[in-house]
């Protein structure tokens, strides 16, 4: 059975930085294509980050040179480092995971549960 966990949501002030962790279990992280996505209220879910087992890496245009994704394979796990946080960061995020395709358009095969990001000025 597969989970991914997220953990590292909170609430911080503009310009602030937070660091999101995913852990999972049930699948090799190696494998597979992990990514970040967010989602406010009313709007549709997106893409921030994504991480391929190839060590590809995407970002949104509205996070670039902000976010950073990585992960540590040996412990199963995908962080999305967040720095120079802005209001409209605000969201809950969620850790993905694909075995075939990589990007920020992707339907993954696995969702986490989410965590909050709460922005504030």
């Known amino acids: 059975q597969v989970q991914l966990v997220e953990s590292g949501g909170g609430s911080v002030q503009a310009g602030g930085s937070l660091r999101l962790s995913c852990a999972a279990s049930?699948?090799?992280?190696?494998?597979?294509?992990m990514a970040w996505f967010r989602q406010t209220p009313g709007k549709e879910r997106e893409g921030v980050a994504s991480s391929n087992s190839d060590g590809t890496m995407n970002y949104a245009d509205s996070v670039k040179g902000r976010f950073s994704i990585s992960r540590d394979n040996v412990k199963n796990t995908v962080y999305l480092q967040m720095n120079s946080l802005k209001l409209e960061d605000t969201a809950m995020y969620y850790c993905a995971a694909d075995s075939v395709f990589c990007g920020l358009r992707i339907k993954p095969d696995y969702w986490g549960k989410g965590t909050l990001v709460t922005i504030s000025s």
């Open positions: 049930g699948l090799t992280t190696s494998d597979y294509c």
